[in-house]
């Protein structure tokens, strides 16, 4: 009884320490205008961007658009994750290729996606399609790489071990593999998601498709700094909350896993 209270204790503690946090911070950003340290034309009041915050709340028009944005976001980023994993096991499964890929996989991963968007433009046009180019190619690489490390981590001895016991492959990447692997699996799909959402707003910005990034440019060119605000705070709360959805399922799905086990409830 006494290891659950002191778990509840900590949980507690952290989620107040949150809450004074945040007031603190709110507090310290109406300050900065209200004394005139910053113009409210660059940095409103933060009564203000909460204002401008519940209109977009219930704007059905906003609703839409976030709904565009995370739709792009979902298909790149399931796109992406297939296919990190599909060519990340076979790559890794077999030595030649790991070598033989080396050299084009540290080539392609370093550059950055945004340099892609002229292409992908040239290609699909202003189309979530275009979007879709930029999200795959990042997201891809998070997953791709930490499969492959994955795979490369089976122990020699186990792999020996499952042979000498005639499993087949299939029983192999089932028993051996896939146990190995899910570890790394988990730590780039988290960071794909995030990676993904980065790039499905910025898309939006630079191309033009309807979403959140759309609407923030459009905010900053009308000058209404409020709504850009408003709508920068939107964006951080869906990453917030993205990060807290892939940590939950990383914790159930590895809960066996001593990475996790030794870990303290979000």
């Known amino acids: 009884m006494r290891v659950p209270s002191t778990r509840r ?14 007031t603190g911070f709110l507090v310290v950003w109406q300050l900065i205008p209200t004394l005139g340290l910053i113009n409210p034309s660059y940095l409103p009041y933060v009564t203000d961007v909460l204002a401008r915050l519940f209109e977009q709340l219930v704007d059905l028009a906003f609703w839409r658009r976030l709904g565009g ?14 296919g990190a994993v599909v060519l990340g096991t076979v790559v890794g499964l077999v030595p030649f290729l790991r070598r033989a890929t080396h050299t084009m996989v540290e080539f392609l991963r370093p550059i950055p996606s945004v340099a892609l968007i002229p292409l992908a433009v040239l290609m699909f046009g202003i189309q979530r399609q275009a979007a879709l180019v930029i999200i795959i190619y990042a997201s891809f690489w998070q997953v791709f790489v930490q499969v492959i490390y994955g795979v490369a981590d089976v122990d020699a001895v186990a792999r020996d071990t499952a042979r000498g016991f005639g499993l087949t492959r299939r029983e192999q990447l089932t028993h051996l593999v896939l ?3 899910l570890p790394y699996l988990m ?14 707003i910025t898309a939006e910005m630079v191309i033009g498709n309807p979403g959140l990034g759309r609407m923030i440019e459009l905010s900053r060119s009308a000058g209404d700094a409020a709504g850009l605000y408003a709508l920068v705070v939107v964006t951080g709360l869906l990453g917030l909350t993205v990060n807290i959805a892939f940590r939950f399922i990383e914790r159930r799905v590895l809960s066996w896993h001593q990475s996790v086990r030794g870990e303290e409830p979000l």
């Open 9 to 22: 204790l900590r949980a507690l503690r952290k989620a107040v320490l949150g809450v004074v946090g945040l």
């Open 69 to 82: 944005t995370m739709t792009s976001w979902a298909i790149g980023l399931t796109v992406a994750t297939i």
């Open 179 to 181: 146990p190995t692997t």
């Open 187 to 200: 730590t780039g799909l988290r960071l794909a998601a995030a990676v993904a959402l980065i790039l499905a």
